[in-house]
């Protein structure tokens, strides 16, 4: 049996598992979005559970002829230990589009098959009467905006290595991703995901920190067709203008969904502002550098620890 096969019958046992051994054997920092772990995420004795609320907007053509605009704003609840955290998202979202793209995990994206473009890539077959029927707004192609529960997310992540003098802080993170966005809609695919990864943050001296995270996550397929499943990854740095205080900046990529489809390419700029042991701020911009990623994309947050 293939290794991913093996995960694919037995992923969900393994998601399972890992979030048990993350629930009784951990206690963690963690990170909302794109939120970077660093020395002042770490919990305090009193506050184990944290609240956030990071609403984000994202427009572009996800390599398509259409732009679609998303409006995402999760509410998640999270609870903190020392070696790990556990947490699930539930958010709203709002999308503007012909059907061209959806969200998937709240990353949006292009899911309609290669084929229902012409060669140029963006230029939409509306000679083909199956690729039609995926558009929301039918033959007429007209954009539609729908708004809704998202897909409910669920995370555990585990620190499995602590930072030492020339060891980086080593965390391995699991999620899955519930169905609960409406298919028809355009919110959502429809179908159930789950991935794992591993992340890894070292500091350089006072105040720089590294980061290299990557992982892969298995996509189920919606009803009318197949996707591809993603692996990912990101790279970047970050500076403490002050210990509470860190911008940082990193590059993105994820496999693309479709198949011959160019990879989803970014470089996100974030800031992270602790103002008390209870209160802290996050916010970024992004910029796409391929055309199945968002042309720009914006997200400010906060959250509450008790």
């Given at each position: 049996?293939?290794?991913?096969?093996?995960?694919?019958r037995?992923?969900?046992?393994i998601?399972a598992?890992?979030?048990?051994?993350?629930?009784?054997?951990?206690?963690?920092?963690?990170?909302?979005g794109?939120?970077?772990?660093?020395?002042?995420?770490?919990?305090s004795?009193?506050?184990?559970?944290?609240?956030?609320?990071?609403?984000?907007?994202?427009?572009?053509?996800?390599?398509?002829?259409?732009?679609?605009?998303?409006?995402?704003?999760?509410?998640?609840?999270?609870?903190?230990?020392?070696?790990?955290?556990?947490?699930?998202?539930?958010p709203f979202?709002?999308?503007?589009?012909?059907?061209s793209?959806?969200?998937?995990?709240?990353?949006?994206?292009?899911?309609?098959?290669?084929?229902?473009?012409?060669?140029?890539?963006?230029?939409?077959?509306s000679?083909?009467?199956e690729?039609?029927?995926?558009?929301?707004?039918?033959?007429?192609?007209?954009?539609v905006?729908?708004?809704?529960?998202?897909?409910?997310?669920?995370?555990?992540?585990?620190?499995?290595?602590?930072?030492?003098?020339?060891?980086?802080l080593?965390?391995?993170?699991?999620?899955?991703?519930?169905?609960?966005?409406?298919?028809?809609k355009?919110?959502?695919?429809?179908?159930?995901?789950?991935?794992?990864?591993?992340?890894?943050?070292?500091?350089?001296?006072?105040?720089?920190?590294?980061?290299?995270?990557?992982?892969?996550?298995?996509?189920?397929?919606?009803?009318?067709?197949a996707l591809?499943?993603?692996?990912?990854?990101?790279v970047?740095?970050?500076?403490?203008?002050?210990?509470?205080?860190?911008?940082?900046?990193?590059?993105?990529?994820y496999?693309?969904?479709?198949?011959?489809?160019v990879?989803?390419?970014?470089?996100f700029?974030?800031?992270?502002?602790?103002?008390?042991d209870?209160?802290?701020?996050?916010?970024?911009?992004?910029?796409?550098?391929?055309?199945?990623?968002?042309?720009?994309?914006?997200?400010?947050?906060?959250?509450?620890?008790?």
């Open positions: 049996m293939s290794i991913d096969m093996f995960l694919r037995y992923g969900i046992v998601v598992v890992l979030g048990c051994i993350t629930t009784f054997h951990s206690e963690t920092l963690a990170a909302d794109k939120e970077k772990i660093g020395p002042e995420q770490r919990p004795a009193e506050r184990n559970w944290q609240i956030g609320f990071t609403p984000s907007y994202s427009s572009g053509n996800f390599g398509t002829g259409t732009t679609s605009e998303f409006v995402y704003v999760p509410v998640s609840i999270r609870r903190l230990f020392r070696d790990g955290d556990v947490s699930v998202v539930i979202v709002s999308v503007t589009s012909d059907g793209a959806t969200l998937v995990g709240g990353q949006p994206t292009s899911t309609l098959p290669e084929d229902c473009f012409k060669k140029s890539g963006t230029e939409f077959r000679d083909k009467p690729c039609l029927a995926l558009l929301q707004g039918g033959a007429s192609g007209q954009k905006t729908n708004s809704g529960l998202g897909d409910i997310i669920l995370r555990g992540r585990y620190y499995a290595v602590e930072e030492k003098e020339y060891v980086p080593i965390a391995v993170t699991t999620r899955i991703k519930l169905p609960t966005a409406s298919e028809s355009g919110l959502g695919t429809g179908a159930l995901d789950h991935g794992y990864g591993v992340e890894l943050s070292k500091m350089l001296g006072d105040k720089w920190i590294a980061f290299l995270d990557g992982g892969y996550n298995f996509i189920g397929d919606p009803d009318s067709r591809q499943n993603q692996y990912w990854f990101d970047g740095g970050g500076h403490y203008l002050t210990k509470s205080f860190l911008v940082s900046v990193y590059y993105e990529e496999r693309s969904l479709v198949a011959s489809r990879n989803i390419r970014d470089v700029c974030a800031f992270n502002y602790k103002m008390s209870a209160v802290r701020f996050n916010g970024g911009v992004t910029v796409g550098l391929s055309n199945s990623a968002p042309d720009y994309g914006v997200s400010l947050g906060t959250s509450y620890r008790f």
